[in-house]
Every structure is written in C-alpha cells, then in structure tokens.
C-alpha cells in the first residue's frame, strides 16, 4: 500500500521557521523525484519545490527561493521542505508529492506512477 504522510505543519509566526517531513512507504522511494506542493483558500495547487530522485538537482518558486530548501534522505524514505522567514502569505495546506516515469524499449511505452500525501496545514500569523 503506497503512503506519503507528511508532518510537521502548524502556527508559526511571520519570520519563524518549520520543516516538514513526508515519510513514504509501499514504493521504491529512491527511483521516485519528489516535489512539494501547497494551495491556499481559494487559489490552485502551486509548486514550490522539486527534487531529483538523487537530490542531486532542485528547484523552487521564485516566492520561496532563498527561503526554503528541499532534502532528501533516501536511506529514511523521506524528503523535507526547510522553511525560513515564513510570512502569511506562506500560509497553505503543503502535499508531498511522488513521480517516477519508466520507459520501456520492448514495448516503446513510457510508465508513469505519481502519488500525493494528505497534506499539512501550515499557517502564518501573528
């Protein structure tokens, strides 16, 4: 049974920090490039940042780059999002995310898998 749990949301005040933790199982998680997502009331689900399954290549919104920070352990099966100097607009439910997409030559047929966690509130407020 595949699973990403995520953990570590809450009330922060504006500058303060968290760092989520998405904790996956049921699935190979080292093949997998991860990414975190977040959606506020009333907007679309936007990405904020990805990582490579390796962790050797990431990205970020340009609304988080320099304050956030995506990690991974693949030993642990889990992948952080390290964020700093949060601010109310930061506030959102944040979704782990999980890709993989395999070819396969003998039969010429791309693979996808992709799975979603059950989200984090994280709120930003004084």
């Known amino acids: 049974q595949v699973q990403l749990v995520e953990s570590g949301g809450g009330l922060v005040q504006p500058g303060g920090s968290l760092r989520l933790s998405c904790v996956a199982s049921g699935f190979t998680f080292s093949d997998y490039a991860m990414n975190w997502y977040r959606q506020a009331p009333g907007k679309e689900r936007e990405l904020v940042a990805t990582?490579?399954?390796?962790?050797?290549?990431?990205n970020y919104a340009d609304s988080v780059k320099g304050r956030f920070t995506i990690s991974r352990d693949n030993s642990k099966n889990t992948v952080y999002l390290q964020m700093n100097s949060l601010k109310p607009e930061d506030t959102a439910v944040y979704y782990c995310?999980?890709?993989?997409?395999?070819?396969?030559?003998?039969?010429?047929?791309?693979?996808?898998?992709?799975?979603w966690g059950q989200g984090t509130q994280v709120t930003v407020s004084s």
């Open positions: 990582s490579t399954s390796t962790g050797g290549s990431t």
């Open positions: 995310y999980a890709k993989r997409t395999a070819y396969y030559s003998t039969s010429d047929l791309f693979d996808t898998r992709e799975y």
